[in-house]
């Protein structure tokens, strides 16, 4: 590797550290115990049987691996990664490198009354306890199975969250294998013709939907008409949501609290400059100008309008339809912090999964293919509300045929 590097401290097993203690940038946690209200910085790397005391806060981009326990009230900043261990990196008593069939993923604990911030990804194997506030994230599994499995688990009514609904899951697992044969299965317009896709996700996905065909399901053309302005609306309702959403966390109730400032004003700007990550200031900046006298009509209003013809596009298509299929992205992946500085640009490859959440809907992405390049290129199947089991079903079904799921693009160097 050439130019300055920096090298990762590590703080070993049986090591207690202090109530209270900081611990900042560039350092691999492995087996110790943290006391109470200590403060993790960012990249650091909080590793199998670390057992986090209560009240800490940990900060953004920080990595939390299998088998961590976080104890109750436990902060989580934005962009946090829950990570578990996907391959094998150790060897059985024979010397051998283990195989799939020898994993052992011992879950992450994440106890009453956790706050985890918005951006962060839950991998399969992470336990959460009730009570926790889980912001806008991802659920990210190895297989449909894995997913299906987590989904059982976090998908039950908390009485203390006016959003969820009071209503019992089904057996995600018990549904999975029924296979696609009868099913008629949408391909939006507007979502295949839009100018500007990669070839190579296009084609991709068409032999995806293809796949789906000789497994008995009915392709169905659809149109949802409304798709063009779903980029926009979305840009303006959920920062406008964020805005008001994220108003609670000042440092007064819960949370991270700023240390220093000499009185609460002082206080309240420190926390959120501290505790928001760039992205999140701008989507507050952004959803508060919208709800501001004089733009509240003309921005957020207007956009709720056009988020109730989206939903009924929606509404009209699965009339005639079970699912719709769909690319997940226009392009391939694009490299890490290529887009940071031009967030429109970065913005824009959301235009297909933006219009499932206005609309309230279930969706699913599982890998169909790869580009010349090695880029993984998603499929993405969106059903009716509260028809999870059968978006399921209809990935299983795919991921049954193909083994794009389990073939990883090859590491490059920059």
């Known amino acids: 590797m050439s130019g300055p590097h920096r090298q990762f401290q590590l703080i070993a097993p049986d090591v207690k550290l202090g109530k209270g203690v900081r611990i900042f940038g560039f350092t691999n946690l492995y087996g110790c115990e943290i006391g109470d209200d200590a403060k993790i910085g960012t990249f650091v790397e909080i590793q199998k049987g670390v057992k986090v005391g209560n009240r800490c806060k940990i900060s953004s981009h920080t990595f939390i691996c299998e088998g961590v326990t976080l104890e109750e009230e436990v902060f989580i900043g934005h962009n946090v990664t829950f990570i ?48 926790s506030i889980i912001g806008a994230g991802s659920v990210v599994t190895r297989d449909v199975p894995d997913c299906a499995a987590l989904l059982q688990t976090i998908a039950v009514h908390d009485p203390c969250d006016s959003t969820s609904a009071p209503m019992k899951a089904p057996d995600y697992l018990a549904e999975l294998e029924g296979g696609v044969r009868g099913m008629k299965l949408g391909l939006p317009r507007e979502y295949f013709e839009l100018p500007g896709m990669d070839p190579e996700v296009r084609a991709s996905v068409e032999a995806a939907t293809r796949a789906l065909e000789k497994l008995g399901a009915e392709l169905v053309p659809v149109s949802l008409p409304h798709t063009k302005y779903a980029l926009a609306t979305y840009y303006l309702v959920a920062p406008a949501e964020a805005s008001s959403n994220l108003a609670r966390y000042d440092g007064v109730r819960y949370g991270l609290r700023a240390e220093g400032a000499g009185n609460l004003l002082a206080m309240y700007g420190r926390t959120r ?22 733009y509240y009509d003309a921005y957020y209003l207007k956009a709720q309008k056009v988020r109730t013809l989206i939903k009924q596009d929606f509404t009209d298509a699965f009339r005639t339809v079970d699912a719709v299929l769909a690319p997940t992205s226009p392009t391939p992946a694009f490299r890490i912090g290529e887009k940071v500085s031009d967030p429109l640009a970065m913005y824009l490859n959301d235009v297909f999964t933006l219009p499932c959440n206005l609309a309230g809907l279930p969706g699913l992405s599982v890998p169909c293919g790869f580009t010349k390049a090695s880029l993984p290129i998603g499929l993405q199947v969106l059903g009716r509300p509260w028809d999870e089991a059968r978006v399921l079903r209809i990935g299983r079904a795919f991921e049954r045929e193909h083994d794009f799921h389990r073939r990883t693009p090859p590491l490059r160097a920059a």
């Open 273 to 294: 400059d501290q505790g928001f990550g760039l992205e999140v200031k701008r989507r507050v900046m952004l959803g508060t100008y919208a709800l501001s006298a004089g």
């Open 84 to 131: 578990n261990d996907l391959y094998p990196r150790a060897t059985n008593e024979s010397g051998r490198l283990q195989t799939e069939a020898d994993w052992k993923c011992v879950p992450t604990l994440v106890k009453k009354g956790a706050s985890i911030g918005s951006g962060a990804t839950l991998l399969c194997g992470i336990t959460v306890g009730e009570y």
